[in-house]
């Protein structure tokens, strides 16, 4: 399409004679044209001396400019090393005269001005590393091969995101991948492409009579006061895990392979993305933010009151690099959690942000409209003289000269732009600005726990203890709003001595005071996840990610955001820890909840069975595929895993194991299809234990759960994984009254939904069964017998002993069983009890009271308590938590209320047992 067609504004020449003259040079062109190149020419003298030296080919680029252009970077592609320094040169001059002229006439818009010049270095950076490699490998310096020997051009900054100005030096990384060479060879071919890349720099730097291509920068390389122009990958990736620093993990945001090897760039960049993108967010690249701002400012000399004459508007407060930097911090908290914030350009990064709600949408709108209108500002500063400059002119003539240029009256301009510098200041502030609170500590602070601190591995590194210090009073003010602050305290200290690092969560808290309440909360009341958090103090990010405190979403849904978690990684132990930490997030959140009294002990038992449940339903698959990859897909129909005990009742607490049950239905003599075929009972056997080992097994990010799969047919001693036919056989014909009471829980929790389904129909089958058979009753006495042998109890163990939890849910088992009923909660067994005859409605009801209190007592104290609970050790905080779930006064009143409500249920049940009908 002609340029006229898309022009919308055009300069006024601040120089009207030069402008005329220079449309001399062009008759015949279109009113609008003209009147653009008489205001260009007349406010730019570097403009107007390319359109003296490019006129016959402009002349024809007005026609068709996108396509003009395209044509230069294409041409460049087929020219030969001798004629390259010249060509570029030329191609140069074309390309940044028509995007200036497109830019200044509304033609092209910024994404286009920035994507063209973006486009032409790629092409140039990329036929000169070509050339220069092919050269090499001439004179026999490089093996001759595909992928230019291995070498891989990556462009930073600008050049990296495509964003470009119009006069913009290009940050180059330059590196070789090393394994392709063996390493006797590993000096000569670094020499060589040391060399490639100081040509390279030189080609496209050095001015000569035709001009220059591009300014070239390669300090942006690891350590580069010390390391070669171009180093060995492996050389890059140790630096960056070893000393890698928070302005080049930035800077590796908008990082692109543009040129020479593209794929090994590619793996380059995707083994660093552990070293940018962190897996929790990352708080602390705040203050390194504020202090890489205050460096660049004070070397720069940018500091002190706001003039807008000669005011840096890419370095100076409310610049383009503020806007960057509050876009790339954001982007590094919390880019290692959601890839969707992984964006090279700033605009784009700016709308993901808001889009993710890192960024209040009018915020992202407003950052990203000035950003484009400080591009153009620069983009015409550069233009003027063809200067590397971000500086706003120093006096009258050059704003004069800028506000011609822009087709503005300079006092509106003026104003305009210093209400964006201070717009952009103020939107950014917050980010830039260092948290300053009181030093000091709190009166009551004991003085022997604090002496101690220092020395801990949370405060080891100046910066740490820099940070720390600044949350110190509100901490303390945390912790003396609790009952028992010196209880507190003490949790605290554990937490904090249990903390393996400090400045990425201090950081963290001090970005979000709300958790330094929470922490204080949870160490006045819980000692046990206080422990929890400070061996996973990741889950914190769960707390500001948005929906902490949103409905439960339910098992399917947590199904779903399970297996999203780990769809994110490539690998099998990768998706394993991503879940691990996807589940103890939620498994906190849950405990939270409780804790604060959201939920109760009730609704916090079916939010962590639902909890596993998601977890296995998503995991099973996984282990299935990884399996199948060396064995070949599943034998037979399948296999399908059952949830026994608490799981199968759907009710857990903070650190119950899993009772699972696998069940496999193949022939006898399948086998499996894979490179290294198994029988189906190996088969199903190695995938029982790969499943255990997935959940139990502890990984850089700790373990699901702990697994029990004693309920399997013949206990310990049975195959891990029992066959579909032999199971029912078994189970009609050899197991034992305990294993059919264990039976009215058992649920399908994940694998073959066909599978489970007809396991379930059985289950309902036999229990009706069973059920006919007398002798259940008489078994269950035994049983009681020995278990009070086992474990008789103890104070506060509110599971084990008569009357208790244990014995409460296996008399509810057994009355499911005789009542044929396959319900599973225990006061559904109850009611079946009742509808049968087998208790009465008061003892069914006394018995539901009393196993509720202990639930909530033991559902408390596995959150509070990591061993025994015991109410003196717990302290003040988590016994009023207690109190509070269960609505008794005092310990010694729950105590006391305990002691008659088990007796009550132990005598309700031996009453049963015996045939009698009723107790007091």
Known sequence: MPLADDLTRAPRPFDSARGREAATLFPGVAPGVAELITGAAGCSPFLCGLMQKEHDWLSLAFDEPSVRCAAEIGRIGTVDLSDLPAELRRAKRRIALMVALADLGGAWDLDAVTGMLTDFADAAVGRAVTCLVAAEVA?????????????????????????LNYSSDIDLICLFDESRYDPSEYADIRAAFIRVTRKLTALLSDQTAEGYVFRTDLRLRPDASVTPVCLSMEAAERYYESVGRTWERAAYIKARPCAGDLAAGDRFLDALRPFVWRKHLDFAAIEDAYAMQARIRGHKGLAGPLRLEGHDLKLGRGGIREIEFFTQTRQLIAGGRDPALRQRRTVEALDALAGAGWVEGKTAEALSRHYRAHREVEHRLQMINDAQTHALPKGDEGFARLAAFMDRDEADLREEILGRIEAVEGLTRDLFAPVQRPAGEAADLDPEVAARWLTYPALRSARGVQIFERLRPQIMKGLARAARPEEALTQFDQFLRGLPAGVQLFSLFEANPQLVDLIAEICATSPALAAYLSRNSGVLDAVIGGDFFAPWPGAKALGRLAFEAMAKEEDYEARLDALRRWMKEW???????????????????????????????????????????????????????????????????????????????????AISDGRKPLDARQYYARLTKALVAALSAPMAEGRLYEVDMRLRPSGRQGPVATGWAGFQSYQREEAWTWEHLALTRARPVAGSAALGAEIEAFRRTLIAEVGQRPGVPGDLVEMRARLAEAKPGAAWNVKDGAGRLQDIELFGQSLALQAGSDLRRMREQLEAGVSAGLIRTEDAARLDDVERLLWKVRAVARLVAEGAFDPEAVGEGACSFLLRETGLSDIAALAENLRDATALSAAIIDSALAGKRSVG
Request: glycine letters at 16%.
């Open 587 to 669: 498994r906190f959140r849950i405990g939270v909840h409780h804790l604060q009294g959201l939920i109760d002990a009730e609704e916090a038992g079916r939010h962590y069975a639902e909890l596993a449940e998601a977890v296995l339903s998503a995991l099973f698959p996984v282990v299935c595929d990884d399996l199948a990859r060396r064995h070949g897909s599943p034998p037979g129909r399948g296999a399908a895993v059952l949830g026994m005990g608490s799981l199968g009742a759907g009710r857990l607490h903070a650190v119950s194991d899993l009772d699972l049950l696998v069940i496999y239905d193949a022939p006898g003599d």
């Open 139 to 163: 004179r026999g310096k490089l093996p001759e091969g595909e992928g230019d020997a291995g070498m891989v051009v990556l462009a930073m900054g600008k050049m990296g995101a495509a964003e």
